[in-house]
């Protein structure tokens, strides 16, 4: 009998919270009382939710580094990118900058402030100890936990999200009233902007030229000589100006509906305007992430059935750690800029090392909208066990000056982060364990990597790594693993938000039926005056009237970046109506053969990072591409 008046009373207590939170029209900002049963599901500061093994080495706090390799001997081993290496599928550079913008919309972990793990150089290594001093570190801070956790078996360290986990575009508006605030005019509804459409500037009237407002939403900006830059939903807008292209472009598209809805509802006040503008953008978020971001990646999307209030829309750990950040794989070495008609921007393309937290990177070729349309020609980098140098080596500054390696930060996040092995993790989530690594690929070289990375012990392959070695499934960009967490992850965020659009009732028929219509490419042609792009904007697709008269008469048209260059890193950008190998050759005006390569070519801009030889003369040399009777040339000057 008292079981049963627990169960009626629970019920009743169900029931009048869900009555009270109907009248709730909008997401809160961070995201309390999305669901009832559980009000702090998916709220900025709630704990990343328990699941999978726990794999401190003192099943507490302490990092799960006893027995595992240096993770900047890992990188060196593994994950050297010196060549092309593209998606087979020709998905295009816009596949990674979604996936890291809506990152940056769901998960945020700040770093601890005093406690460190740092990644200790091997002695010798080319970028960061060339003179062998043995001393040198790749500095990391560890994440930031909850202080009320750490302290037992029982009770083990545990993370927060800093962010609300919902796609609900609090990478445009914010996860807090302060920097929400901050971001509005409080006039029609809409979004502070800067001239040219931009967003707005750190400053006290959102303008570049006007003082720095002391009282703006912080940035993230390790570039200490960088006084004034953008301001966002999310603190890492800056990052590089394709991201900042796509948070430019959801402003836009806010303030874009804030007109509509204001023409059809003139009697609605700011607020209105604004939150419901503000729900319509979420929501094509959504709609883009589920119907053609995630199928365009190789994920069957399970049909949507409604709210489920019991599923925990929080990250989990591993997904956040290890298998989200695949997408570090697939970046490319250069950003190419073009105009409405397809040609290259007098500018030129921008190396990604120079665009970090870069905002100049934006105004010198007057806005977002050249990334946009050059971007879309450019096919992503393949998902594998290998990345370019400017994350690996240049990541925000060249090595001994801020340059850090994002493949051995990884790893060591994943230790540090508790995360058991890969194996184990295979287990957590119902997948049969490797007993050999001939069984993890089927490339025997990466095998053989591996088992020489790892000392031949399968047991201890780190997550994030052996997550990329895995053979992709069919058709899809991730192997098995990768692709089991990533789905349960966006199952979960789907399924637990009481506000996705589909699910919300103070949504129209006909407003859920157009969110559900929206693609990517039909909110860049209603912001902006880009025309050229395709439909199917994942998918790489070159403009071909882009071959101009100072390519004209090479069968093969391509850039060299930086040219002239003083160092030994460059950057081939080269255009394809189709698919080759090319054999790629560097030499000097005698003739001689600097280096010789080889790469795949596929349709749209690929992009080719080379290192010259460390004695290389200063000089003019030849770079040429050649594919069965086809040739281009240019030439390169090395200071």
């Not at 509005?184 to 500037?201: D, E, M």
């Not at 912080?218 to 800056?238: E, S, W």
């Not at 979960?492 to 490419?521: H, V």
Request: glycine share 8%; charged share 20%.
């Amino acid at each position: 009998m008292k079981n049963f008046t627990k169960i009626l009373l629970a019920g009743v207590i169900l029931f009048l919270a869900s009555q009270n939170l109907q009248a709730q029209e909008y997401r809160t900002l961070d995201g309390v009382n999305n669901n009832p049963l559980h009000p702090t599901y998916g709220a900025a500061g709630s704990l990343l939710p328990n699941v999978g093994t726990i794999g401190f080495d003192d099943g507490i706090s302490t990092p799960a580094v006893a027995g595992r390799p240096n993770p900047r001997f890992i990188s060196n081993t593994l994950f050297m990118q010196n060549t092309l290496a593209n998606d087979n599928r020709g998905l295009s550079a816009y596949t990674w900058v979604w996936g890291q913008f809506i990152d940056h919309d769901i998960t945020l972990s700040k770093e601890h402030p005093t406690e460190t793990l740092n990644i200790a150089v091997p002695p010798f290594d080319a970028f960061f100890d060339p003179n062998g001093d043995g001393n040198k570190v790749i500095p990391m801070k560890r994440s930031d936990y909850d202080p009320a956790t750490g302290n037992s078996i029982g009770n083990p360290r545990r993370y927060v999200n800093s962010i609300t986990a919902f796609i609900d575009a609090s990478n445009v508006y914010g996860s807090d009233q302060a920097r929400a605030s901050w971001l509005r005019t409080f006039a029609g509804g809409k979004l502070k902007t800067s001239s040219g459409n931009l967003l707005p500037w750190n400053t006290t009237t959102g303008e570049q030229a006007a003082p720095i407002d002391p009282n703006a939403p912080g940035m993230a900006m390790p570039m200490p000589n960088v006084q004034k830059f953008f301001v966002a939903g999310d603190v890492r807008a800056n990052e590089n100006p394709f991201l900042t292209a796509m948070h430019t472009l959801f402003v836009r598209e806010h303030n874009r509906l804030c007109n509509e809805l204001a023409a059809t509802n003139p009697s609605w006040s700011d607020e209105q305007l604004y939150q419901h503008a503000r729900k319509l953008v979420g929501g094509i978020l959504e709609a883009i992430v589920y119907e053609e971001w995630l199928p365009t990646l190789g994920m069957e999307v399970a049909p949507y059935i409604g709210f489920q209030p019991t599923v925990d829309p929080g990250i989990m750990n591993v997904f956040n750690t290890a298998a989200y950040r695949y997408g570090h794989t697939t970046i490319n070495s250069l950003l190419v800029r073009m105009d409405n008609d397809g040609n290259y921007m007098p500018q030129g393309d921008i190396l990604l090392r120079d665009a970090f937290f870069n905002p100049d990177a934006t105004m010198e070729v007057g806005g977002i909208e050249s990334y946009l349309i050059g971007m879309a020609t450019v096919v992503e980098q393949d998902f594998d066990c290998k990345v370019i140098d400017d994350l690996r080596n240049f990541l925000f500054g060249a090595p001994g000056q801020g340059g850090m390696d994002l493949a051995a930060i990884n790893i060591q996040r994943g230790r540090e982060r508790g995360l058991p092995d890969y194996n184990t993790v295979r287990a957590d989530f119902g997948l049969p364990k490797f007993t050999s690594f001939s069984q993890l690929t089927s490339d025997p070289l990466m095998n053989q990597s591996l088992e020489f990375a790892y000392a031949g012990n399968i047991n201890a392959i780190d997550p994030w790594v052996g997550i990329l070695a895995e053979n992709h499934m069919p058709d899809a960009l991730f192997g098995k693993t990768a692709m089991t967490i990533i789905e349960q992850q966006f199952m979960d965020l789907r399924d637990g938000d009481r506000f996705y659009y589909e699910y919300d009732s103070w949504l129209t028929t006909d407003e859920r039926t157009w969110i559900k219509q929206n693609r990517l490419a039909d909110v860049i042609r209603r912001n902006t005056p880009v025309t050229v792009i395709q439909d199917d904007i994942f998918m790489a697709s070159p403009i071909l009237s882009s071959v101009k008269d100072n390519v004209a008469e090479q069968d093969i048209p391509f850039v060299v970046y930086p040219n002239p260059v003083a160092g030994q890193f460059i950057t081939l950008r080269v255009e394809a109506s189709g698919s080759y190998l090319a054999k790629i050759q560097i030499a000097d005006i005698q003739g001689r053969t600097l280096l010789q390569r080889e790469a795949n070519v596929s349709r749209g801009n690929n992009t080719i990072a080379l290192t010259l030889p460390f004695d290389s003369a200063p000089g003019l040399y030849i770079v040429t591409i050649q594919a069965d009777d086809k040739i281009g040339h240019q030439r390169l000057v090395k200071q």
